[in-house]
């Protein structure tokens, strides 16, 4: 006889979160490849959603001149570090909807500095 083993979804995600998960109904079967896929898809998207979000704040409102090393070092520990980010607080928490803000803020803030330094 072969144990299911099954993961309720919770119902109050934030929405970013909530719309790469959908399609998962109310619990998921990790005996179900459909499932599974589902789930490793929403993640995936929600990843890379977070990924390049931070990499545009980071871009706007903290990157400096780097040697291309030392830049790919930086961004390659954002890419690691989103990825733990992602895994523990990515469907609790508001990340990427935080990054989006961060993301607009910093960028209207460097837009105005761009006016100002030009005139």
């Known amino acids: 006889m072969e144990k299911q083993v099954t993961m309720d979804v919770p119902d109050d995600l934030w929405p970013v979160a909530d719309f790469f998960m959908q399609g998962l ?8 490849d459909h ?3 589902l789930l490793l898809r929403g ?7 977070i990924v390049i979000l931070t ?8 990157a400096k001149k ?8 930086v961004y390659v520990m954002l890419i690691i570090g989103m990825f733990f980010i992602t895994l523990i607080f ?5 990340v990427a909807e935080s990054l989006i ?8 803030y460097r837009f105005r500095l761009y006016r100002e330094r030009k005139s």
Not at 101 to 108: E, K, S, T
């Open 25 to 32: 109904g109310g619990e998921i079967d990790f005996s179900n």
């Open 35 to 37: 499932d599974v896929g």
């Open 43 to 49: 993640f995936f998207f929600l990843y890379v959603t």
């Open 55 to 62: 990499i545009i704040a980071y871009k706007f409102g903290f």
């Open 66 to 73: 780097l040697p291309p090393m030392k830049s790919a070092v």
């Open 90 to 94: 990515g469907l609790n928490l508001p």
């Open 101 to 108: 803000v961060i993301a607009a803020v910093l960028g209207i």
